[in-house]
């Protein structure tokens, strides 16, 4: 079965440092969203990504965060100024169409010291 | 506004006994349900999906899941649990009229399946 996959699983970061979360969604899927989910439990919705813009984001996605899909492959989470309530597992999902379901990457595990 | 509940944070059944893991749901037009579940450093893996038609919605590694829309539920079930259905669950929604493009997840469930 076709796979999202996250670099880095990892990522330990000073706090006020720039974090980059990358995901490579499934190839022919055209919805990208990013979750998160903090201390093994509640999964949170971040941003919606469609036809090269955000479609939706909630209130945590402030201007702290943006979103890119640079070239057509990849798509980025980027934190420009990390807090230490930022830790959290981030997962990047992709989905065919809008009401199919959502395919998620194993995470990347920031860890903000 | 869209919201969905999981009365139980942990859910304990005997293996070879019928489990249930509940899930209800608030949403101001038509439903589009989900579960999912999760294995321990693993992303979340689809289980069974309801968007419209026949109530009772049958899914991966046995599991079942019956839409009803009075009680605006959506519980999960399995006839025999197995040791390996140990994981924790999470049921979710979309609002199908709102507009929106994301799914709310349910704060989780652990089902722990003793041997």
């Known amino acids: 079965e076709p796979e999202v996959t996250q670099t880095p699983s990892h990522q330990v970061t000073q706090m006020g440092q720039e974090v980059i979360l990358r995901c490579v969604p499934i190839?022919?899927?055209?919805?990208f969203y990013w979750y998160r989910q903090i201390l093994g439990q509640k999964v949170e919705f971040l941003v919606s990504?469609?036809?090269?813009?955000?479609?939706?984001k909630s209130e945590i996605f402030d201007d702290q965060f943006s979103v890119e899909r640079p070239d057509g492959s990849n798509f980025t989470l980027k934190i420009r100024s990390t807090k230490l309530e930022d830790s959290a597992m981030y997962f990047c999902?992709?989905?065919?169409?809008?009401?199919?379901?959502?395919?998620f990457g194993s995470g990347t595990q920031l860890s903000v010291l | 506004a869209q919201s969905v509940a999981q009365p139980e944070d942990q859910v304990n059944v005997a293996e070879g006994n019928p489990l249930t893991v509940k899930c209800t749901y608030s949403?101001?037009?038509?439903?589009?349900l989900f579960w999912y579940v999760q294995y321990p450093n693993r992303g979340l893996q689809f289980l069974l999906k309801?968007?419209?038609?026949?109530?009772l919605v049958k899914g991966s590694y046995g599991f079942e899941a019956e839409f009803n829309k009075s009680q605006t539920s959506f519980h999960l079930k399995k006839p025999s649990a197995l040791v390996s259905d140990s994981a924790l669950y999470f049921c979710?929604?979309?609002?199908?009229?709102?507009?929106?493009?994301?799914?709310?997840f349910g704060t989780g469930t652990r089902l722990k399946v003793l041997a």
């Open positions: 999902a992709s989905s065919e169409s809008r009401n199919e379901k959502l395919f």
């Open positions: 190839s022919n899927h055209l919805y």
């Open positions: 990504f469609y036809n090269n813009e955000i479609s939706e």
């Open positions: 949403v101001s037009g038509n439903p589009y």
């Open positions: 309801y968007i419209t038609g026949d109530n």
């Open positions: 979710a929604v979309r609002d199908s009229h709102s507009g929106t493009y994301k799914y709310i």
